[in-house]
C-alpha cells in the first residue's frame, strides 16, 4: 500500500500506471520475433504464428494458441498457404488470412472449423495486407490486394462481399489504413503519402484532417479506438494528430521528436476520461502522448505487442504481461500523494482504527463535519473495483464497510454488487484460468457472456461455481453450462457409450431447462448414434424425441415413441414420414405391426385416401372391411352397371368374411337396383337409388299400386309396415274414400277403428274444411263418434255453416 503510486507517470492532468499481469508461462527461445501475433480484446486468448527458427524445405510454421497467462491451449504445424494476417473473432474464434484470400476459421483448441474466400479478384492479384475488426454487425475482414483494390466482409457469419472504390494514384499497398464504423456504415479510411481518402460503397473522398501541422509530409501510421470514435495519425515528421473520428474535431497535436514510423499505434483511454492520450510503440521504444506537449516513455527490453482495450492497452511481451492504463480518477483521489479527498480521509481513518489510534476519530470527524461520508464510502468502492492485487481490493472495502457503520441511511447494494464482482474476477484472473479482465471490461462484457468464454474454454466448474455465487436463473447458468459439458462429452470417442450416458444422466439429473434431444444430436453429428440413441431415453418429450430419431433413421423406434407419447399429430408425422421414405410394402407392412399407426392411417384414408385404404384391406386380407369398402363406394357410383359391380365385389368379400347376413343384404341391394331399372324402363320414373321405402312411397303416390304389390310381394317387405306407407301415400293424396276401402279390406295390424279416429277423420277434416266442400264436410261428421275431438266438431259445424252460405 505504501508504494502503490510508485508505478504512476503524470501525463497532463491524468496519471498513468503499468501493471504487471502475469509472467507468461510459454517457453518462447526468441521471445515474439519472426512471429505473428493476434491477441483478443477483454482479456482474451494469443495467436503465435511461429516461422521455424530454421528454414528448410521441410520445415513448416507452428501455429500456436495460449491463454493471456501463457498456458498453452493448442499447438499444431501450419500445413496450408502464407498467412497474411490473425485475428480473433467476437466468439474467440481464430481467422487466419491467407496470401490467396481464403480465411480460415479455428476454434480456440485449434480445431478447424471451416473456410471462405475474400473472392476471385482476391486469388489473381494476392493479399497484400488484411485487418480484422469488430462492428455492430460482427466480426468483419478487409483486405487490400495486389491490385491496390479494397474488398470488405462486414460480418463473416452473413458474407456479403463488397469491393470498394479504386484510390487515385495509389499504387501497391497504402502508407496506412484502418477501417472505421459510423453511423451503422463500415468504412475505409487510408493515407497515400500526405493525402487522405475515405472509402465507403459508392465512393472515394479525399479528407483533410482539420489544424494537421504542415510540417508533416507523409501520414504513416494511423489508429482508431476502441469505440471508433477517435482517430490518431502519425506523420513522418514526428507528429501525432488525434481528433474524432468523423474528422471534423481536433483534440490535440503532439511532437513525439520520433520520425521512424511506429511498429504499433493504440489508443489508451478511459470510457469516461476526458483526455484523449495513444500509446506508441518502437521497437525498444513505448510513448504515451495525450493533450499536453509532454509524454510518458517506457524503454522495452523484449519484442512486444500492444492490444487495444476498452480502458487500456495490454502489452504482450516474451515473457510478461502488462496493462498500461489511465489511472482513475477515484484512486488517484484517494492514493495521490497528500490528498485530502473523502475516500482518503476514510482510508486513513481505518488504518489508525486498526491501530487502536485516536486519530481514526479525529479523520472521522473531519469527514462528518463536511458532510462527505457517503461520498468517502462510494470512493472507496469503486476505487476497489479499479484495483488488481486482492490486498488492496480489501484494504478499501474494509474501509468502506468501517465508514458504513456511521451511515444510517446507506445502501447496501454498491458494496455487496463490488464485493461478488471481485470475488468473480479475481477467480477469473487466476494463472490457471488466465482472463486478465477490469472491471470495466466486465461490466460491459456482461456476466453471461463471461459464463460463455468460461464454457468455451471448457471450464466448466468455474462457470458452474460462479452462476451458483451470482445465483444466476438455472436455466441461464448452471443448466446451460452442463448442456454445454454434455455436448463436448458425447464427443469424447475413446470413451464407450454406455459410460457416457450414465455420466450425462447423473450429471445432469433433473436440471431445469436441459433438452437431452439438443445433446442427443450433437452426438449423432459426431457419428454416434447408438449413443444418440441412449441419451434420448433421458428427454421426457417425445416431441423432441421423435424428429431427431427420423433424422437418424430410426423409424420404427421414432413411431413406437410416438404412439407411446399418445399424440396423435405426432404419430400422424411419422406415418407421413414413414410413406415417403418407405415403398408401399414395407410401409404397409410396418404398420400391421402397430395397431394404433394403422388406425390412425385408416381414419385418414377414409377422408383422403381411399385407394390407399382399399390396399390396406387387401394387405390384410380383411375381407370384412373390403366389403364395408365397396358398398360404401357404390353409393358414389352414379352409372349402375358400375355400382352393381361394386356391390358384387362386396358380397364376394362378405362371403370371404363369412357374413351371411351382409352378403344377403347386399343381394337385396342389388336386386332392388335393378327392379329399379325396370320400373325407370317401364313407367318413366326416376326410381334408381331410392332405397326400398323410398320406392315403395313413389309408387303408391303415383297410383302404381299393381308394381308396389309386387314389390312388396318380391321383397318380403313386411305387412305392417307397406300398409302403413300404403295409408301414408294415400293421406298425401287427400284419396279418403280410396283409404277407407283399403282399411276395410284388410284388418289393419294398427286396428281399423283407431286408425280412422285418429289418422283418416283428422285428415279427411282438414282436406274438407280447406276446400270448403259442404258435402265432404258432412261427410266427415257423418263419420264422428261421441269420442271426437269437440274443438274438431266445432271447426267442422262452422265450416259447413260458412260454406252453405255460399
Known amino acids: 500500500m505504501a508504494f502503490i503510486t510508485a508505478n504512476w507517470n503524470p501525463l497532463g492532468e491524468a496519471f498513468y500506471r503499468k501493471i504487471e499481469l502475469y509472467e507468461m508461462g510459454w517457453s518462447l527461445r526468441d521471445g515474439l520475433k519472426e512471429c505473428l501475433v493476434a491477441a483478443a480484446p477483454y482479456g482474451g486468448p494469443i495467436a503465435l504464428l511461429r516461422q521455424p527458427q530454421r528454414p528448410s524445405s521441410s520445415a513448416r510454421p507452428q501455429l500456436e494458441i495460449y491463454s493471456s497467462s501463457g498456458a498453452n491451449m493448442a499447438s499444431f504445424p501450419w500445413k496450408s498457404g502464407p498467412v497474411r494476417q490473425l485475428g480473433w473473432t467476437v466468439c474467440d474464434d481464430l481467422l487466419c488470412i491467407q496470401e490467396d484470400g481464403t480465411v480460415l476459421i479455428y476454434d480456440l483448441f485449434g480445431a478447424f ?42 460480418n463473416i457469419d452473413d458474407l456479403k462481399l463488397r469491393r470498394l472504390p479504386e484510390v487515385p494514384g495509389l499504387q501497391g499497398a497504402p502508407s496506412c489504413w484502418a477501417v472505421l464504423t459510423q453511423d451503422r456504415q463500415t468504412k475505409v479510411l487510408l493515407a497515400n503519402r500526405a493525402d487522405l481518402y475515405i472509402l465507403d460503397n459508392t465512393s472515394c473522398t479525399p479528407v483533410t484532417p482539420p489544424g494537421l501541422s504542415l510540417q508533416s509530409c507523409s501520414i504513416v501510421n494511423m489508429a482508431v479506438s476502441f469505440s471508433y470514435k477517435y482517430l490518431a495519425l502519425f506523420t513522418d515528421s514526428g507528429h501525432l494528430w488525434m481528433g474524432s473520428a468523423n474528422l471534423k474535431d481536433k483534440l490535440s497535436e503532439v511532437d513525439t521528436k520520433v520520425r521512424t514510423p511506429p511498429k504499433q499505434m493504440v489508443w ?71 490528498s485530502m479527498a473523502p475516500g482518503a480521509l476514510l482510508l486513513e481513518a481505518h488504518k489508525e482504527y486498526e491501530k487502536s489510534s485516536q486519530k481514526a476519530d479525529e479523520y472521522l470527524r473531519e469527514i462528518k463535519e463536511q458532510s462527505v461520508l457517503g461520498e468517502a464510502v462510494r470512493q472507496c468502492v469503486e476505487a476497489a473495483g479499479y484495483e488488481h492485487e486482492p490486498e488492496t481490493q480489501k484494504t478499501l472495502l474494509r474501509a468502506a464497510s468501517f465508514g458504513k457503520c456511521f451511515l444510517s441511511n446507506y445502501p447496501p447494494e454498491p ?42 474454454r471448457k471450464l466448466y466448474p468455474l462457470a458452474i461455481e460462479i452462476c451458483r455465487y451470482l445465483k444466476t436463473p438455472e436455466y441461464q447458468g448452471v443448466s446451460r453450462v452442463l448442456k454445454h459439458w454434455a455436448c463436448c462429452k458425447v464427443q469424447q470417442k475413446e470413451e464407450p457409450d454406455e459410460s457416457i450416458a450414465h455420466a450425462v444422466s447423473v450429471k445432469l439429473g433433473e436440471a431445469a431447462g436441459i433438452s437431452y434431444s439438443e445433446i442427443a444430436a450433437r452426438a449423432y453429428e459426431c457419428g454416434r448414434t447408438e449413443l444418440a440413441i441412449k441419451l434420448l431415453e433421458f428427454e421426457p418429450r ?25 399424440d396423435t399429430d405426432l404419430v400422424y408425422t411419422v406415418v407421413t414420414y414413414l410413406k415417403n421414405e418407405m415403398n408401399r410394402g414395407d410401409f404397409f407392412m410396418t404398420l400391421r405391426n402397430q395397431p394404433v399407426a394403422l388406425s390412425l392411417y385408416r381414419q385418414f384414408c377414409k377422408h383422403q385416401e381411399q385407394d390407399t385404404l382399399k390396399d390396406l384391406f387387401n394387405q390384410d386380407d380383411d375381407h370384412q372391411e373390403l366389403g364395408n369398402f365397396y358398398v360404401k363406394a357404390s353409393y358414389k357410383e352414379k352409372k349402375l352397371e358400375a355400382r352393381l ?162
Open 113 to 154: 472449423k471451416r473456410h471462405f474466400s475474400m473472392g476471385n479478384e482476391v486469388v489473381q492479384n494476392q493479399v497484400l495486407e488484411a485487418k480484422v475488426f469488430h462492428s455492430p454487425y460482427g466480426t468483419g475482414v478487409a483486405i487490400v490486394t495486389g491490385a491496390s483494390r479494397f474488398t470488405l466482409a462486414t
Open 268 to 338: 489508451c483511454r478511459r470510457p469516461k476520461s476526458q483526455q484523449p492520450s495513444v500509446v506508441i510503440m518502437w521497437d525498444r521504444l513505448l510513448l504515451v502522448a495525450g493533450e499536453c506537449t509532454d509524454t510518458i516513455q517506457y524503454t522495452l527490453d523484449e519484442e512486444s505487442v500492444c492490444v487495444a482495450e476498452l480502458d487500456g492497452v495490454r502489452i504482450v511481451g516474451g515473457s510478461r504481461h502488462e496493462l498500461l492504463q489511465e489511472v482513475p480518477s477515484a484512486c488517484q483521489d484517494i492514493f495521490k500523494i497528500a
Open 415 to 456: 458494496f455487496v454488487s463490488m464485493c461478488r464482482d471481485l470475488k468473480v474476477l479475481n477467480s477469473v484472473r487466476e494463472y490457471t484460468v488466465g482472463i486478465p479482465l477490469t472491471h470495466t471490461q466486465y461490466k460491459q462484457m456482461t456476466v453471461q457472456v463471461l459464463i460463455d468464454r468460461l464454457v468455451y
Open 542 to 566: 417425445s416431441g423432441e424425441q421423435v424428429p431427431l430419431l427420423l433424422k437418424m433413421k430410426r423409424s420404427q423406434l421414432a413411431l413406437s415413441k410416438a404412439i407411446e407419447s399418445g
Open 645 to 806: 359391380s361394386l356391390l358384387q365385389s362386396a358380397v364376394d368379400e362378405y362371403n370371404k368374411a363369412k357374413n351371411e347376413f351382409a352378403a344377403k343384404a347386399t343381394e337385396e341391394e342389388m336386386k332392388l337396383l335393378r327392379f329399379q331399372r325396370r320400373l325407370d324402363e317401364e313407367m318413366g320414373e326416376a326410381l334408381l337409388g331410392l332405397s326400398l321405402q323410398e320406392t315403395l312411397h313413389a309408387l303408391l303416390t303415383s297410383n302404381f299400386h299393381k308394381q308396389a304389390e309386387q314389390l312388396y310381394r318380391d321383397f318380403r317387405v313386411p305387412d305392417k309396415r307397406y300398409w302403413w306407407l300404403k295409408l301414408t301415400a294415400l293421406a298425401e293424396k287427400d284419396d279418403w274414400e280410396e283409404m277407407e276401402k283399403f282399411a276395410k279390406s284388410k284388418k289393419s295390424p294398427i286396428g281399423y277403428l283407431p286408425f280412422v279416429e285418429v289418422f283418416c277423420l283428422c285428415g279427411a277434416a282438414e282436406a274438407a274444411i280447406e276446400r270448403r266442400s259442404e258435402g265432404e264436410i258432412s261427410t266427415v261428421l257423418s263419420r264422428c263418434s261421441p269420442t271426437t275431438d269437440r274443438a274438431l266438431l266445432e271447426r267442422l259445424n262452422r265450416a259447413r255453416s260458412t260454406a252453405a252460405k255460399k
